[in-house]
């Protein structure tokens, strides 16, 4: 059987490394591979399909790292995200839909959505955060980041 997660990443693969912006190829690898593993992470943990959010997490992003424009990204991420998923056909109607609506919602951070949606914006999340801890937390991302080490089981104060 087809590894789906592979074969999407081959994709997402061809426009990273077609990013002449050697900085910005940089960050699209690390954070659209970090959220993807921080989706796989928190699929697991809440039983939910595992194999979809590690797909969501890679392409939530793609559209700003091809177009480096994140300007209502998650809006027009989600109609690239349908894009792509109709051409390289690896999922159903329903599981394109459950994609492009997770990343629709994404930077909606202070709302609470789908629970396959809530993944990605944990994941999402979690990832600014790690990337390097010494710089400032996102300001609508704080209050989620204490829920995701509650959940955790992280001992975190928030400043
Ligand atoms: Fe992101």
Redesign the pocket.
């Known amino acids: 059987m087809e590894n789906r997660i592979e074969a999407l990443r081959e994709y997402i693969d061809d426009i990273l490394l077609n990013m002449t912006d050697t900085f910005e190829r940089r960050c699209g690898y690390l954070?659209?591979y970090g959220?993807s593993h921080f989706c796989t992470l928190f699929a697991l943990k809440r039983s939910d399909n595992v194999e979809l959010a590690t797909m969501a997490g890679m392409l939530?992003?793609i559209y700003?790292y091809k177009t480096l424009d994140t300007k209502d990204h998650a809006q027009k991420g989600s109609i690239l995200a349908k894009e792509i998923l109709d051409n390289i056909k690896l999922t159903t109607a329903d599981e394109t839909e459950i994609l492009c609506n997770a990343i629709l919602h994404?930077s909606d951070k202070k709302n609470r959505h789908s629970t396959f949606d809530e993944i990605l914006k944990d994941a999402?999340t979690i990832?600014?955060y790690l990337y390097n801890i010494d710089l400032p937390i996102i300001e609508k991302e704080k209050n989620r980041l204490k829920n995701i080490m509650n959940e955790l089981g992280i001992k975190y104060e928030i400043e």
């Open positions: 954070h659209l959220v939530h992003d700003s994404h999402d990832q600014h």
